[in-house]
């Protein structure tokens, strides 16, 4: 299946770089050409796109504000004359960063990666659907531009700021880009609960409940109304007094 894609640029002659870069790449599909984000996001509510092309240095909205407007999850490759933007772009998730004027090679190099980030996607995906995270010891993450394995006995807590998720482990803390909604769907149910609006803990880990907070090795984690029943529930504490 190939890979579709956009490109997004206002200069005329990068535009030209990239479909014909695109073309000569089997695995990709170029849907359109925009010369600006607005255009773009009218292209991306009406059609299904995996991967951007995204220049930086735009008028109207700049390529790494666009990113911060999307709802969906795409994958993106910013080109950009300006290499001091490297560190924004990817602080934006990215999944790599090009240099005009950038050879085929480079270019591939990119591409490679782009396809290699859509693969884990959907495989992590499919995995989500078919076990529900029961069936599994581990799971995956992107941060730091690499892919962590986890495994579930290592994980404390994990805390929603925004669009990220702070992943506390026993020996590290990592910060990735997900919801909490498609965590949750990966996470063994027997180990895991959610305690709160910003926070799902590991049952193995909990130390103590005092009131309204859980001790989770020594970290304090507050327990919200609505999911204290919850977690009493899966203590086998629902009949106990608190």
């Known amino acids: ?11 005329p002659l990068a535009q030209e770089v990239l479909v014909q870069y695109i073309g000569d790449c089997p695995s990709l599909e170029l849907l359109q050409v925009c010369s600006d984000a607005i255009e773009a996001g ?22 790494i504000r666009f990113v911060k407007t999307l709802t969906q999850p795409v994958l993106v490759i910013f080109t950009t004359a300006y290499p001091e933007f490297a560190a924004e772009g990817f602080e ?37 659907n078919e ?8 799971i995956l993450f992107r941060a730091d531009k690499r892919i962590y394995k986890i495994d579930f006995g290592d994980i404390l807590y994990f805390e929603s700021t925004g669009d990220y998720i702070k992943v506390n482990t026993r020996d590290k803390k990592l910060v990735v880009h997900e919801t909490f909604k498609n965590l949750i769907m990966q996470l063994p149910g027997d180990q895991f609960v959610r305690v709160h609006r910003s926070f799902v803990i590991s049952l193995a880990w909990i130390r103590m409940i005092e009131g309204n907070q859980v001790d989770v090795a020594g970290n304090r984690i507050p327990i919200g109304l609505v999911y204290k029943d919850g977690l009493l529930e899966k203590l086998n504490l629902k009949n106990h007094n608190s």
């Open 131 to 138: 076990q529900s995270g029961q069936d599994r010891e581990f």
């Open 42 to 63: 009218e292209c991306l509510r009406n059609f299904p796109v995996d991967l951007l092309f995204l220049d930086i240095n735009m008028p109207r909205l700049s390529g």
């Open 1 to 11: 299946m190939k890979v579709k894609c956009l490109v997004i640029d206002d200069e």
């Open 92 to 128: 934006s998730n990215a999944v790599d960063y090009l240099v005009k004027p950038f050879s085929f090679e480079r270019f591939m190099n990119a591409v490679n990666k782009a396809i290699e980030w859509k693969k884990f996607r959907n495989n992590k995906g499919n995995t989500a």
